[in-house]
């Protein structure tokens, strides 16, 4: 599917309350597996003496990467509701770790299912969803005397330049929006100097 996606522009902080127990919620943009690790990470050294330190995951633009942790607490009571949370407020590229504090009576799995999940909304609903662009990257080989057109077409088009190679052949990898990627390909496939094309992942 082409055109933007939601993720959330900043932090969030959110909490729930249920029979003495204590559930701290935290919302990040992240982009990666690795910096939803190191938030994952940051969290269990500052509040080391919590019970447990739960968490869900979607990252991508179709938000094929998912990752959910119940970190000890009966299984899908925690990690699901906090997934389906970030689902049902249609976004991507979200983390949220809710972090528990044990009051001393059981919830039971249906009250812990309901305690992460109103703990994750209200960390969610404290955030405005921002649009974020899809990308695809492609990289250009060419002869360099197609230099000065390549770069007209790459100047004309506002794209963004993430690499640049200048050896026997030049090469440029550029950085497009999805919704235009099919007219910039066009616009560089029909030049003659273009000797290779290839579509990356953005």
Same mark, same amino acid.
């Given at each position: 599917?082409?055109? $933007?996606y939601?993720?959330? #522009?900043?932090? @969030?902080?959110?909490? +729930?309350k249920?029979? =003495? @127990? ?5 919302? +990040? $943009?992240?982009? !990666?597996?690795k910096? &939803?690790s190191?938030h994952? %990470? ?9 019970r447990?330190?739960?968490? &869900?995951?979607l990252? *991508? ?6 990752r ?9 009571? &925690?990690?699901? $509701? ?5 689902? @049902?407020h ?10 528990r504090?044990? =009051?001393?009576?059981?919830? #039971? ?7 992460y ?19 695809k %990257?492609? !990289?250009?080989?060419f002869? +360099?005397? *197609?230099?000065s057109?390549i ?14 190679s200048?050896h026997?052949e &030049? ?5 497009i ?5 099919d ?7 029909? @030049? $003659? ?10």
């Open positions: 599917m082409q055109g $933007p939601l993720t959330i #522009g900043g932090e @969030s902080h959110g909490i +729930y249920e029979k =003495g @127990s204590k559930f701290l919620s935290f919302a +990040y $943009p992240v982009e !990666s597996e910096e &939803a190191e994952i %990470e940051s969290l269990k050294k500052v509040y080391h003496d919590a447990h330190h739960c968490y &869900a995951y990252l *991508g633009k179709e938000g094929n990467i998912i959910t942790s119940d970190a000890g607490e009966p299984r899908h009571s &925690a990690g699901d $509701p906090i997934l389906n949370q970030i689902r @049902s249609g976004l991507s590229d979200v983390l949220v770790v809710v972090v504090y044990f =009051g001393g009576t059981k919830l #039971g799995k249906s009250g812990l299912i309901n305690a999940k109103k703990a994750t909304e209200d960390a969610l609903d404290k955030i405005k969803p921002v649009e974020k662009l899809k990308f %990257e492609l !990289s250009i080989r002869n +360099y005397d *197609g230099l057109e770069m007209r077409i790459i100047d004309m088009n506002n794209l963004q330049i993430m690499v640049q200048y026997q &030049a090469s440029i990898t550029i950085r929006r999805e919704t235009e990627f007219k910039i390909n066009d616009l560089f496939s029909i @030049s $003659p100097h273009v000797i290779a094309i290839e579509t990356l992942p953005g």
